[in-house]
């Protein structure tokens, strides 16, 4: 069986570093494809691997079957061997990256060192992502540094969204807490509701959401709180206590502290009067209303 390769590779410069996140490089590869490693980079690189099996080591040996749809972390400083099976090969897309975004990529859960075989739900987001990678790829493009490392953002998202151990509708202790975020329940309240632990629930929030439950549900209350003070005259006291604050006071420090400027100041900044109030339905940017004479 014969195998087809395609890539790009880049040399980004240290300003483009600054902007987080840089592509190094790029491929499109499917087929009986030669083994790769065993090996070591000083990079990470996402093996997305859209179907077909093959099989992986990593530091402690073991081969490990992988079937696609799977995703292969590769991170800088750890050993690793993998390759398609001969008989039945694989259709693969990688892409090389880094840059200092990666820590918090990693602290945040979208990267997972500890896990390097990933199964995916579906690769279609993550393709398209590398597609753009791809079209941006072309010789001579000026763009090239920044549009790549836009869709490399694009693509840890997409991966994230795509694994297999996340719903297609997301995680549904996290619907639950975005559902009762405004209720005032403290965060060992809103586990005992879902049957869990707070040590339960901070791992699960964790590993779904990449942050503690306190800071999901803070979110949630603050970006509802903002869209009332941009939107309503209700006084700040009233704003509060719809986004789960009894405490005036507490709440605007604590949206000083987390927003960089008071409830008030925000509202002088943001206010947006509109008569009948805001839209709840989310327009379409490919299908906007049109605008009457």
Same mark, same amino acid.
């Given at each position: 069986?014969?195998?087809?390769?395609?890539?790009?590779?880049f040399?980004?410069?240290?300003?483009?570093?600054?902007?987080?996140?840089? $592509?190094?490089?790029?491929?499109?590869?499917?087929g009986?494809l030669?083994?790769?490693?065993p090996?070591?980079?000083?990079?990470h690189?996402?093996?997305i691997?859209?179907?077909?099996? !093959?099989w +992986?080591?990593?530091?402690?040996g073991?081969?490990?079957?992988?079937? !696609?749809?799977?995703?292969?972390?590769l991170?800088?400083?750890?050993p690793?061997?993998y390759?398609?099976?001969p008989?039945?090969g694989?259709?693969?897309? +990688?892409? @090389?990256?880094?840059?200092?975004?990666?820590?918090?990529?990693?602290?945040?859960g979208y990267?997972?060192?500890?896990?390097?075989? *990933? #199964?995916?739900a579906?690769?279609?987001?993550?393709?398209a =992502?590398v597609?753009?990678?791809?079209?941006? =790829?072309?010789?001579g493009?000026?763009l090239l540094e920044?549009?790549?490392?836009?869709?490399?953002?694009e693509?840890?998202?997409?991966l994230?969204?795509?694994r297999? @151990?996340i719903?297609?509708?997301?995680?549904? &202790?996290?619907?639950?807490?975005?559902?009762?975020a405004?209720q005032?329940?403290? *965060?060992?309240?809103? =586990?005992?509701?879902?049957?869990m632990? #707070?040590?339960?629930?901070?791992?699960?929030?964790?590993r779904?959401?990449? $942050?503690? %439950?306190k800071?999901?549900l803070?979110?949630?209350?603050?970006?509802?709180?903002?869209?009332?003070?941009? =939107?309503?005259?209700l006084?700040?006291?009233?704003v509060a206590?719809?986004?789960?604050y009894d405490? %005036?006071?507490? +709440?605007?420090?604590?949206?000083?502290?987390?927003?960089?400027?008071?409830?008030?100041r +925000?509202?002088?900044?943001?206010?947006r009067? &509109?008569p009948?109030g805001?839209? @709840?339905?989310?327009?379409?940017p490919?299908? %906007?209303?049109?605008?009457?004479?």
């Amino acid at each position: 069986m014969t195998y087809h390769t395609w890539m790009r590779f880049f040399t980004p410069s240290p300003l483009h570093h600054r902007l987080g996140l840089v $592509c190094l490089g790029v491929g499109l590869q499917h087929g009986a494809l030669p083994t790769v490693g065993p090996r070591t980079l000083d990079h990470h690189v996402a093996v997305i691997v859209n179907s077909g099996t !093959g099989w +992986f080591k990593g530091p402690d040996g073991r081969r490990t079957p992988v079937t !696609g749809p799977s995703l292969i972390w590769l991170t800088p400083g750890t050993p690793h061997h993998y390759g398609a099976d001969p008989g039945t090969g694989w259709d693969e897309s +990688f892409v @090389d990256f880094t840059g200092p975004a990666t820590a918090t990529y990693t602290e945040l859960g979208y990267i997972e060192p500890e896990r390097p075989l *990933v #199964p995916l739900a579906d690769t279609a987001a993550p393709r398209a =992502a590398v597609g753009r990678i791809v079209r941006a =790829a072309r010789r001579g493009n000026p763009l090239l540094e920044v549009e790549t490392g836009a869709a490399v953002h694009e693509l840890l998202v997409s991966l994230r969204r795509a694994r297999a @151990d996340i719903g297609p509708d997301g995680d549904p &202790v996290l619907q639950a807490l975005a559902r009762d975020a405004y209720q005032p329940l403290t *965060v060992a309240q809103h =586990a005992s509701r879902h049957g869990m632990t #707070p040590a339960e629930l901070r791992t699960a929030v964790r590993r779904g959401a990449g $942050c503690s %439950p306190k800071d999901y549900l803070l979110g949630i209350r603050l970006g509802r709180a903002k869209e009332l003070l941009a =939107a309503t005259d209700l006084p700040v006291a009233a704003v509060a206590r719809r986004v789960g604050y009894d405490d %005036p006071a507490y +709440f605007s420090r604590l949206f000083a502290r987390r927003v960089g400027t008071a409830p008030v100041r +925000f509202r002088e900044q943001q206010g947006r009067s &509109v008569p009948g109030g805001w839209s @709840d339905r989310v327009p379409d940017p490919d299908d %906007p209303p049109t605008i009457g004479p």
